[in-house]
């Protein structure tokens, strides 16, 4: 599975932003997809992450309420709607695959497949 993240930008406090994954390969839809962010000197850390058929969702407590994590089979996409976005939302996303839906909430290690990050900036 290859991955290709974008919908970045430079946003105010408060605004919403989306972002969206392109995947490819025919076995896309037998994956978890999820979302990390990284901000410089830290590590990277779980965001959102939705199993394959788009029915389980799980959220970091950080995002949960604002953030929506929806994927479109037909399409080999995945996508992160960001609302109220606030400075501490600041990081480079990446997009990421994996068998087992439960492995996102651990952490990066182990996950099989990412896509390049897009940066987003929230400014205050």
């Known amino acids: 599975v290859q991955l290709q993240a974008s919908g970045g930008g430079l946003v105010q406090a408060g605004a919403s932003l989306r972002l969206s994954c392109a995947a490819s390969g025919r076995t896309f839809s037998s994956y978890g997809m999820g979302w990390f962010r990284q901000v410089p000197g830290k590590e990277r850390e779980f965001v959102a992450a939705?199993?394959?058929?788009?029915?389980?969702?799980s959220y970091a407590e950080s995002v949960k309420g604002r953030f929506i994590i929806s994927r479109d089979n037909a399409k080999n996409w995945v996508y992160l709607q960001m609302n109220s976005l606030k400075p501490d939302d600041t990081a480079v996303y990446y997009c990421?695959?994996?068998?087992?839906?439960?492995?996102?909430?651990?952490?990066?290690?182990?996950?099989?497949?990412w896509g390049q990050g897009t940066q987003v900036t929230v400014s205050s």
């Open positions: 939705i199993g394959w058929s788009g029915d389980s969702t």
């Open positions: 990421a695959a994996n068998c087992d839906i439960g492995r996102f909430k651990t952490g990066p290690v182990g996950i099989d497949y």
